[in-house]
């Protein structure tokens, strides 16, 4: 291909000077040309012979959209320099061709671009539909033609299936194809219009890198603009997006109300899109097949076989509950009716038979929700012994108390409420019925007349027992249902589908728990508007996720238990409320993680939960050490709480009992513990220790470190000092480059990496002496935290106290991040380095979330200090938090949490390893059992802050919790709970892996 031919074309046709390179085509040939100013144009060069009339429908479809609506990224036709749209020009072999120009649009295309959001696919489908509506009434004498793109003429494929070779594919194209035909007299009678009829992944841009948002920046290549129904536009839209979507029924949806938010859909439009979009898939893999047997050596015509053959083949669904869910997420009614049926429902409110033979109205509400309740102790197991228990705060005798509709519930534990691989995968929580506890036996009444539509008795662990689902019918004829779970299997034997039910007829009465599926007695009491999709297995509870869906299919059903809705919808605390009150109250400096930030309320292990019930794998937080909400410490502090809690100025074994443990995992020579509140207090002790031990008050310590939020420590925290508005250095203290033998000065190939960075410290020794502020000690977090996860080269901190030591100093280890087993190999930190510290800090896992420090250290310096006043720290080792701390610290040998950490540590390790293999964006993998930094890097090699960023909010957006840290915020930390297991590991994996590789893509 003669590049300088068209670029010479370009240049005496349309005046424009450019670097051309050469784009993909089917048949025509594309260049991308880019001038001096950057700006960039598409030449587009027809293939010889190509009509004149299909350029010129094009030319005039792109003017016809810049005129109506000028605001749609559609690229603007550039006219030649005689003010002509098109051009006839010879090629370089002397071919005709017709030639045009159009304005190149910002972004890569839609199939290179991730993440393909939810939000991204709705504005695609906003885009598409401005465009159908800019379209409308723009005409042209060969819009009607004959191709076999036209989704209208797609009935072709029927005759040349026997093209595939594989007999479950004929099957499978064929029944399409049947449903197809049968829908064609509906499409023959909806309005035809100008379509763009190719909106697949190649022809819609994308704008937006990184954190920034996703923005639809072009709609581009009217090539197969025709006359049909706008329909087949959004269907062949929606074929593409759906493909290897990791949830296409919410690709769909986005799409579809996109579509409909700019131009309206009626619901029989709706309804169409999924069977179109399956034919338009059939007429995809057919043809490719047939090309390819004309061509067996050329890519281009099977590139999307592949994935269009997995869409069809992996996934079967319903379409009534898909029209059902985009009917709910356009706003239209989910079945023809369903208006009418909530009107009735509302006007016969207070006029229904009493389900419960009873008046509800005084009945008191009995929250099960994610804030208000703690069933089950374990949410992700409900041991049948609690599920008999449910609610048993709220009973009162034989008196009803009612559950609520709409609550989100950690009590669904079961494998089929979970929607994804992990435990953290998206989870069913969301109640859709209300619930009325009452003994078992109590009998109910039907609230209306109605037909059984289904009487059985469900056996299945924590299913329903007795089930019947009434069919109902409004004066007007509209159809409803309601559904009665964990009832007396007795009803099975007296009723069978099809009998009648009268108003007011007793019909069933509550089943205890050995019949009721296992529950505390109660009737599951839930309406639904259609039975489409959902036939006789109707799910009790949705993902919060769609309940836009489900609220519209399975309504609050208060009124036909003549009760105002409002009394039995649940509403969670709204995370935006709260939000805004931490900005009335609190300081703005109080920072919040995510873009979209995170409301926990309930955890559990390594797992935490959100208001909506949504699971969320903790990956970062190292205080829970044993893992949240652990049996062993409810129960201690329950349990002293109960009998007393006071300070050390009273005997109480708790407080040696605490200290003989910590002091059994530490070096002889560490012999005196203080009690105090947190990390801050302990590192603020320890200064003053090491003041009054030494005389001096001059401290060296590593750059980026952080001891804590206190005046003192704060001066020796350059994470903060440092920082943007941070206080500086004071006169008291010498930073040294942190041992960091990645970034820093001394490399890992340098075998003397340890004791060069070590002698960094001879000249900070030197500035405080110099100042006369003589050398009180060194303090370091063992292994650097905030400064990026770093695991200082051996001996290093050895080379380091000898220098301290030699100009009198003491030598501190803040282990608050380090300690208590996090490192698998390890107990603290130190002992990797080889290192005897004078004094030893500890922090935040200690207390499992309960405030506790510890400073533990020399009998010689703790005597020094003694000569000094009183040292009273009142809730530092008070009785509570003596019994906890030590809790902790046996539960890390009784679960041997020590060992998981080494043993997950090293999975980790290793899969991360892996991962660095595969991902360019991935610098340095480092650390040491459950501490651990994935340094993520530019394709220069410098910090990749953004990426970092990025991958933070994705893995969020995928239920994992990670943090990042480092100078320059670059590099990911994982640290979870040591309770993390072999699934929890991979998890992280997989996610990483996905999200590294939407960072990768061109
Ligand atoms: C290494 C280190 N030391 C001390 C502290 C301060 O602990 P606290 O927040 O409990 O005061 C922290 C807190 O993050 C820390 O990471």
């Avoid at 098109?86 to 005709?96: E, I, T, W, Y």
């Avoid at 996109?258 to 979009?277: I, K, M, R």
């Avoid at 902790?888 to 949490?897: A, K, P, Q, R, T």
């Amino acid at each position: 291909m003669n590049l300088q031919h068209w670029a010479d074309a370009l240049n005496s046709h349309w005046g424009i000077t450019a670097d051309l390179r050469r784009l993909d085509g089917e048949y025509d040939l594309n260049f991308m040309a880019t001038d001096a100013d950057g700006t960039g144009y598409i030449l587009k060069a027809m293939r010889p012979g190509c009509e004149g009339w299909l350029v010129e429908m094009q030319v005039q479809a792109f003017q016809h959209i810049a005129a109506q609506a000028p605001e749609l990224p559609c690229p603007r036709v550039i006219p030649s320099s005689n003010v002509e749209a098109m051009l006839s020009l010879p090629d370089d072999s002397g071919a005709d061709r017709l030639c045009w120009v159009l304005e190149c649009l910002p972004g890569k295309c839609y199939a290179n671009a991730a993440p393909k959001t939810a939000s991204l696919i709705h504005e695609v489908g906003a885009a598409l539909g401005g465009v159908g509506k800019a379209l409308a009434d723009f005409q042209h004498p060969n819009l009607a033609r004959d191709f076999k793109w036209d989704l209208m003429q797609a009935g072709w494929v029927g005759s040349e299936i026997d093209s595939l070779s594989d007999p479950s594919k004929q099957s499978l194209i064929k029944e399409i194809e049947t449903t197809f035909a049968n829908l064609e007299p509906v499409l023959q009678s909806l309005p035809k219009q100008a379509i763009h009829n190719d909106a697949n992944d190649y022809n819609i841009m994308v704008t937006g890198e990184l954190t920034e948002p996703r923005r639809v920046s072009g709609l581009i290549d009217l090539g197969d603009i025709c006359a049909a129904p706008r329909v087949c536009d959004l269907a062949i839209a929606a074929a593409y997006i759906v493909l290897d979507h990791l949830d296409p029924e919410a690709a769909l949806t986005a799409l579809v109300a996109g579509y409909h938010s700019t131009y309206p859909l009626t619901a029989q439009e709706v309804d169409l899109v999924y069977p179109l979009l399956r034919m338009r898939l059939a007429v995809s893999v057919v043809n490719s097949t047939l090309m390819a047997a004309e061509n067996p050596d050329d890519p281009y015509v099977t590139i999307s076989q592949a994935p269009a053959w997995r869409f069809l083949e992996g996934h079967d669904l319903h379409p009534g509950l898909l029209s059902a869910r985009l009917r709910a997420a356009c706003g239209m009614p989910v079945v023809e009716g369903a208006e009418r049926v909530m009107d009735w429902l509302h006007s016969e409110r207070g006029n229904f038979a009493p389900l419960m033979g009873a008046d509800l109205k005084d009945a008191p509400m009995g929250s099960l929700s994610v804030e208000n309740s703690t069933w089950p102790q374990n949410p992700f197991h409900m041991p049948l012994q609690e599920a008999a228990r449910v609610g048993e705060e709220f009973e009162d005798g034989d008196k009803i108390w009612l559950g609520y509709y709409h609550e989100p519930r950690l009590i669904y534990t079961e494998p089929a409420f979970r929607k994804g691989p992990f435990k953290a995968s998206n989870r069913r929580t969301v109640h859709l019925a209300v619930d009325a506890f009452a003994p078992a036996g109590t009998p109910m009444f039907a609230p209306l007349a109605g037909e059984v539509f289904v009487v059985e008795n469900r056996t299945g662990h924590l299913d329903y027992g007795g089930v019947i689902i009434l069919r109902h019918e409004t004066p007007a004829g509209d159809p409803f249902y309601t559904l009665y779970g964990h009832l007396d299997p007795e009803c099975c034997e007296r009723l069978a589908q099809g009998d009648q039910i009268e108003k007011g007829a007793q019909f069933c009465r509550l089943g205890d728990a050995s019949m009721n599926g296992g529950w505390a007695p109660h009737v599951h009491f839930q309406l639904a508007l259609t039975t489409q999709g959902i036939e006789a297995d109707w799910p009790g509870v949705g993902d919060p996720d769609e309940m836009y869906m489900w609220r519209a299919i399975c309504p609050n059903p208060a009124a036909l238990l003549n009760l105002p809705d409002e009394k039995c919808r649940y509403q969670p605390t709204n995370k935006d409320t709260i939000r805004k009150g931490r900005q009335d109250h609190f300081g703005d400096n109080l920072s919040l993680t995510y873009s979209d930030p995170v409301m926990l309320l309930r955890g559990w292990k390594h797992h935490l939960f959100d208001e909506w019930g949504r699971p969320y794998l903790d990956a970062y937080n190292n205080v829970p050490h044993v893992g949240h909400a652990h049996p062993r410490i409810q129960a201690v502090a329950a349990d002293q709480l109960k009998r007393m809690n006071s300070n050390t100025r009273y005997l109480h074994p708790a407080q040696t009992a605490f200290a003989d443990k910590i002091l059994s995992k530490l070096p002889d020579h560490l012999e005196v513990c203080f009690f105090v509140n947190s990390g801050s207090e302990a590192n603020e002790l320890a200064l003053r220790l090491a003041r009054a031990h030494t005389g001096a008050k001059g401290m060296v310590t590593p750059d980026h470190g952080y001891h804590g939020n206190t005046t003192g420590v704060i001066d020796v925290s350059a994470y903060k000092f440092n920082a943007k508005g941070g206080i500086g250095k004071s006169n008291w203290v010498e930073l040294v480059e942190v041992a960091d033998d990645y970034r820093g000065s001394f490399k890992r190939d340098d075998a003397d990496r340890a004791q060069k960075f070590a002698d960094l410290v001879d000249p900070a020794i030197e500035a405080l002496q110099e100042r006369g502020q003589g050398v009180a000690g060194f303090i370091a977090e063992t292994f650097p935290s905030v400064g990026g996860q770093i695991i200082p080269p051996r001996g290093y901190l050895p080379a380091v106290y000898e220098k301290i030591r030699a100009a009198g100093g003491i030598c501190i280890a803040d282990e608050v991040q380090t300690g208590l087993g996090r490192l698998g190999d390890y107990y603290f930190g130190f002992e990797h380095q080889g290192a005897s510290p004078d004094i030893v800090v500890m922090g935040k896992p200690i207390g499992n979330g309960h405030p506790i420090g510890v400073l533990v250290t020399t009998r010689a310096i703790a005597d020094s200090f003694a000569k000094g006043p009183e040292f009273f720290s009142t809730f530092g080792g008070s009785t509570l938090s003596c019994r906890m701390g030590k809790e902790v610290l046996d539960i890390v040998d009784d679960e041997d949490l020590q060992e998981n950490a080494r043993l997950m540590g090293a999975d980790l390790i290793a899969g991360l390893n892996a991962l660095g293999a595969k991902h360019s964006c991935v610098g340095d993998i480092r650390g040491m059992g459950l501490f651990l930094g994935v340094e993520l890097i530019n394709v220069d090699g410098s910090e990749a802050t953004q990426i970092c960023a990025y991958v933070k909010n994705r893995m969020r957006d995928h239920r994992i919790l990670i943090g990042s840290e480092g100078p320059k915020d670059n590099i990911l930390k994982i640290r979870p709970p040591l309770t993390i297991d072999a699934e929890g590991v991979q998890m992280i994996l997989t996610v990483l892996d996905s999200v590294l590789s939407e960072v990768a893509l061109p």
